[in-house]
């Protein structure tokens, strides 16, 4: 994917085609609340964490639009010990699904840390879910452990991880 960039202070973080990525605000809050409960339930965030996460997640809550349209998500946050960041969600609408939204959020997500200047970024993601599984793997993560019954029961994840360079990732 092509066209990406970094502007600090801008409100726009990555932009590619018709798909753009800017952190989060008060006005997309709705959509993305929407997004979450179609694609997310019963598992999803109530709205008000979305409010909440403005303040917390700063940055590091990202929205993705293709035009106008909110069309998904991301939060990323810092661990308290350490220096690594958290990719801690990433969903997009089932009808933007295929059009870059998810690579866009993920490769956003990793710019952001970059600037925290985090060390690495983590995710978890569900053994059996193998298009996030390859998003990840395409912007350059790597399997680093697996946790029987993380979510559940039955319910497994696996732990990756993408080491940052002061280069860029
Ligand atoms: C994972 C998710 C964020 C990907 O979003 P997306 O906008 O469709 O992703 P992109 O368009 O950037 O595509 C990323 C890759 O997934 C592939 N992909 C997207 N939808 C697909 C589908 N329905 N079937 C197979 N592959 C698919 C794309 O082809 C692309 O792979 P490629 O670059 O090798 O071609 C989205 O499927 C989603 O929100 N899923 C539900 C929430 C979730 O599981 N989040 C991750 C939790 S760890």
């Known amino acids: 994917m092509s066209g990406f ?8 973080v990555t932009a590619s085609g018709a798909t753009w990525v800017a952190p989060a605000s008060q006005d997309c809050l ?19 964490f979305f409010t909440q996460a403005l303040g917390l ?14 069309a998904g998500y991301a939060l990323l946050g810092r661990h308290a010990e350490g220096r690594d960041a958290e990719l ?3 969903v997009v609408g089932a009808r933007w699904r295929g059009r870059g939204a998810g690579e866009a959020l993920t490769r956003a997500c990793i710019e952001v840390a970059q600037c925290w200047t985090c060390d690495a970024v983590r995710l978890s993601v569900s ?5 996030a599984r390859r998003l990840y793997e ?3 993560f790597e399997r680093c452990g697996f946790e029987p019954q993380y979510y559940g029961a ?9 080491a940052l360079s002061a280069e860029g990732a």
Request: aromatic share 12%; with cysteine; hydrophobic share 45%.
């Open 127 to 131: 053994p059996g879910n193998a298009v």
């Open 88 to 90: 801690y969600s990433v």
């Open 154 to 162: 039955g319910e497994d994840r696996v732990l990756m991880r993408l």
């Open 57 to 70: 997640f700063g940055p590091g809550f990202l929205v993705a639009r293709i035009g106008v349209e909110v």
């Open 30 to 48: 709705d959509a993305v609340f929407e997004i979450e409960t179609d694609e997310m339930a019963p598992d999803c965030f109530p709205r008000f």
């Open 138 to 140: 395409t912007v350059g």
């Open 5 to 12: 960039g970094f502007h600090t202070g801008s409100q726009v």
